[in-house]
């Protein structure tokens, strides 16, 4: 089962964040096998982060609610909330199968949060600059919640009509890298 789990940070938490960045990544070393995608969000100035987003490949649910909260950096404090969500990989492929590779610019995570009848479900016919797409699923998996897709895109408008606007009842786009340890 695929998860979205986006870790919101905590304002005031980016020294302890700074702390922590060896056991967060020394934990996620432990889902290696299981990333689809990894990374951090960042606030508009490209250099502050805002969030960690982690999309996970997990046997249930209970797996998944340990992935998220046993994160070292939730457990200290640094996250504000956690969206956990089922996903379903529309790509069939992880992050870094991307053609555009690892590095470079203008990538974003974006979130359509839904209300109402299902949108998005298809891959849209223009995938160059998708990294990772798909729907965010109710915890059984069935009842559609919105979309979730990283994006490279050159401005974060461009980014947001990756989905159908009028389909949600919000769209939030978020600064992204790849993330991991440095190579």
């Known amino acids: 089962m695929e998860f979205l789990c986006y870790h919101r940070d905590r304002r005031g938490s980016l020294a302890l964040r700074g702390e922590l960045l060896e056991e967060h990544w020394s934990y996620m070393d432990r889902y290696a096998a299981e990333m689809i995608a990894r990374g951090p969000t960042f606030a508009d100035d490209g250099d502050t982060p805002t969030g960690s987003l982690h999309i996970v490949d997990l046997p249930d649910s209970a797996a998944a609610l340990a992935f998220a909260f046993d994160e070292p950096n939730y457990q200290a404090g640094v996250y504000r909330d956690v969206l956990l ?63 979730a897709a990283l994006v490279q895109a050159s401005d974060p408008d461009t980014a947001r009509a990756v989905l159908t606007l009028d389909r949600y009842a919000d769209i939030e786009v978020h600064n992204w890298a790849f993330g991991g340890r440095p190579s």
Request: proline fraction near 5%; hydrophobic fraction near 35%.
């Open 85 to 147: 969500r089922r996903w379903r990989n529309t790509l069939g492929r992880t992050m870094w199968d991307f053609p555009g590779g690892r590095m470079g610019g203008g990538r974003y995570l974006v979130l359509g949060l839904g209300t109402g009848q299902a949108a998005d479900l298809a891959v849209p016919s223009d995938r160059d600059g998708l990294i990772a797409y798909g729907p965010l699923l109710s915890d059984d998996g069935v009842t559609w919640l919105g979309t």
